[in-house]
Nanobody
Framework: VQLQASGGGLVQAGESLRLSCTAS????????MGWFRQAPGKEREFVAA????????YYPDSVRGRFTISRDNAKNTVYLQMNSLKPEDTAVYYC????????????????????WGQGTLVTVSS
């Protein structure tokens, strides 16, 4: 599967942004999806994950309550709604996909994902 992320940009602290990640192919609904980010000089960080079909989600403490991951399997797209953005959210955001065998599987480790999008830059100014 090929992934195309979009929606990044420059915003001020406190504002919102929605990222999209569209997948090619007809089996998008077979994949659990995740979002990760990488800031300059830092390791890639888990941001959000969603199961392939039952709506299960998971977030780290750093974004829980501010970010929401969702998906539309009919559109082959996963979204990341980011609210109350902070300067420390500045990073390149990547979407990722992993074939999943159960409706509720979600994955927070980047090592478990098989496919990656090209990344979209989010810059939050103070």
């Amino acid at each position: 599967v090929q992934l195309q992320a979009s929606g990044g940009g420059l915003v001020q602290a406190g504002e919102s942004l929605r990222l999209s990640c569209t997948a090619s192919g007809r089996t998008f609904s077979s994949y659990a999806m995740g979002w990760f980010r990488q800031a300059p000089g830092k390791e890639r960080e888990f941001v959000a994950a969603i199961s392939k079909s039952d709506g299960s989600t998971y977030y780290p403490d750093s974004v829980r309550g501010r970010f929401t991951i969702s998906r539309d399997n009919a559109k082959n797209t996963v979204y990341l709604q980011m609210n109350s953005l902070k300067p420390e959210d500045t990073a390149v955001y990547y979407c990722a996909a992993r074939l999943s065998w159960t409706p509720a599987q979600i994955f927070s480790s980047d090592r478990l994902y098989d496919y990656w999008g090209q990344g979209t830059l989010v810059t939050v100014s103070s």
